[in-house]
């Protein structure tokens, strides 16, 4: 019976190893609630004055700020309007530099309604509402408002946009 019994022993240890290893949505939820509330208030200050210096950044060196304001990362991608826009940082970097030829002046301004979820000391989701403004080098102007999501993220010391999806409102029609 001894040797029934390691057998058992024996068969079950992968077992519950491979059960501790499950990261359930409860155990994410978790790892959120480990962030001290003074730690969680620091992470949520520290995105926003991210946030904040984005719309800066934007506004006073135009297009190509976003370069320094998008992740590096393989992960990084970007939507618009339900659509994949820019599935690796490579393909942000080329709009980028076309933006950089074709955009005179950008002024960026995020509503009111700036929300900051500290997810972990890393990596905090942002959403809010957007206006935008450009200039294109023949002077047409382009005026935009939408809805911004993104996850923001802690990367060789500063924060920036592991991902993002920008929304635009669409003007009612014009009833004739």
Do not use: Y
């Not at 001894?2 to 077992?15: D, F, K, S, T």
């Not at 935009?144 to 635009?168: D, I, Y």
Request: hydrophobic share 45%.
């Amino acid at each position: 019976m001894r040797v029934h019994h390691w057998i058992l022993l024996v068969a079950a240890i992968p077992l519950v190893g491979c059960a501790i290893g499950v990261d359930t949505g409860d155990r994410a939820e978790e790892k959120t609630q480990h962030l001290t509330p003074e730690r969680q208030a620091a992470v949520e200050d520290a995105v926003r004055r991210f946030a904040a210096s984005v719309a800066h950044d934007i506004t006073q060196e135009g297009p190509a700020a976003w370069r320094k304001e998008f992740s590096d990362s393989p992960s990084f991608f970007m939507a618009s309007e339900g659509k994949l826009v820019f599935p690796n940082r490579q393909s942000a970097a080329q709009a980028i530099d076309n933006l950089v030829r074709t955009v005179k002046q950008i002024e960026l301004s995020w509503g009111d309604d700036l929300r900051v979820d500290a997810l972990t000391e890393d990596f905090a989701q942002v959403a809010c509402s957007w206006h935008e403004v450009r200039v294109d080098t023949e002077g047409h102007r382009v005026d935009e408002r939408g809805f911004f999501t993104g996850l923001a993220q802690m990367q060789n010391g500063q924060w920036q946009f592991r991902n993002a999806h920008w929304s635009v409102v669409v003007p009612p029609a014009k009833v004739p």
